[in-house]
């Protein structure tokens, strides 16, 4: 058995921690939906976001996610680098699993396809 990270990330339009919260939740649920994986296999998940997001913590929404209690989570802020994608949350989801390093599926939706356009499919739109 492996441990894998899975990459994933998302935009939202607005500091407002509703959509901050949906946001993370539709990103992990594809991850997990492409990935066929369930919290029992996950070691833990690194979430991050722009320092223009400060509305709630993103992980707030993995956490209240039935089954996901005793998941590790940790939240940081991106490097700010000039130019960088704004309001962006991005998860690592660091998986046990048999898979391969190119059997695993990153997501990427919304204006965070332009991060990784290689990695990103016209059904994660």
């Known amino acids: 058995m492996f441990v894998r990270g899975i990459r994933g990330a998302t935009t939202v339009e607005r500091n407002e921690a509703k959509e901050?919260?949906?946001a993370t939740n539709e990103l992990l649920q594809h991850i997990v939906a492409e990935n066929g994986i369930v919290p029992e296999e996950i070691a833990c998940i690194f979430v991050t976001v722009t320092q223009d997001l400060t509305a709630t913590f993103p992980a707030q929404a993995i956490?209240?996610?039935a089954g996901w209690e005793l998941v590790p989570l940790m939240c940081s802020l991106e490097v700010p680098v000039e130019g960088s994608l704004s309001r962006c949350i991005r998860l690592m989801v660091m998986v046990?699993?048999?898979k391969k390093q190119d059997e695993i599926h990153h997501v990427y939706?919304?204006?965070?396809?332009?991060l990784r356009p290689d990695l990103s499919k016209l059904t994660n739109a």
């Open 20 to 22: 901050i919260l949906q």
């Open 63 to 65: 956490r209240s996610m």
């Open 96 to 98: 046990n699993t048999e």
């Open 109 to 114: 939706l919304r204006e965070a396809m332009r």
